[in-house]
Structures are given as C-alpha cells and as structure tokens.
C-alpha cells in the first residue's frame, strides 16, 4: 500500500549538512508514521527519527537530538531528514520506512515498519 523512494545521500565533511528526502506514495499512506533508520557496516540497523502523516508528532533517538530534524510536506507526499553538524559516526546507509499509525504512539522498532526505501548512503569524513 505504500512506496517509499529515498534520496539526498552523499560524501560530506564532518559539520557539514545534508537533506534526505523520502516521497510516498500509495493507498492510505497518510495513515502511516514516517520513520528513518540507519545501519553502519556489521551493526544494526538503528532507529533515527519519525513522523506521522496526520499529526505531525515526531520523535528523535537521542544521538541526533538537536542535529537532525524529520519534517514533512503533505502537498508533496514527502518527508525530509534535515542532518546538521554531522559526525563520522553517522556514516551509514539511511532508510527511510513506513507502518501503519497507532495515533500518537511511534514506534522506533524495525520490525514494526512494514515497508522500506532502498537505501541511500551517507559518508562522513573527519
């Protein structure tokens, strides 16, 4: 029901910025939560931020808090991770995923997003 297109990855300094963008599309994809993950090299594939469609709430893992920022633009059926003052470890591969909303309650589970982007690498260089 919903499909999920990532972009904005790239090679960057440490302290730079970068944008990520993910377009939904889909039916009844406004009632599903926006999340991002990430996964360095042999980790896990780590919760970073999200949003739901209907109500704006957002939450953050608490090593992006004040970095990262997850917004959304309905219009567009789009949700961006605005990444500021970036470390070397935030280098991974970002995922964006959807599941379906429980009202205010996001959850920072992988296994609870049921539909993934592909994918798009982050590098960080110190």
């Known amino acids: 029901q919903v499909q999920l297109v990532e972009s904005g990855g790239g090679l960057v300094q440490a302290g730079a910025s970068l944008r990520l963008s993910c377009v939904a599309s889909?039916?009844?994809?406004?009632?599903?939560?926006i999340g991002w993950f990430r996964q360095a090299p042999g980790k896990e594939r780590d919760f970073v931020a999200a949003?739901?469609?209907?109500?704006?709430?957002?939450y953050y893992a608490d090593s992006v808090k004040g970095r990262f920022i997850i917004s959304r633009d309905n219009a567009k059926t789009t949700v961006y991770l605005q990444m500021n003052s970036l470390k070397a470890e935030d280098t991974a591969v970002y995922y964006c995923?959807?599941?379906?909303?429980?009202?205010?309650?996001?959850?920072?589970?992988?296994?609870?997003?049921?539909?993934w982007g592909q994918g798009t690498q982050v590098t960080v260089s110190s």
């Open positions: 889909g039916r009844a994809f406004s009632l599903h939560e």
């Open positions: 995923a959807a599941k379906p909303s429980l009202g205010s309650i996001i959850s920072t589970m992988t296994t609870h997003y049921n539909y």
């Open positions: 949003i739901n469609w209907s109500g704006g709430n957002t």
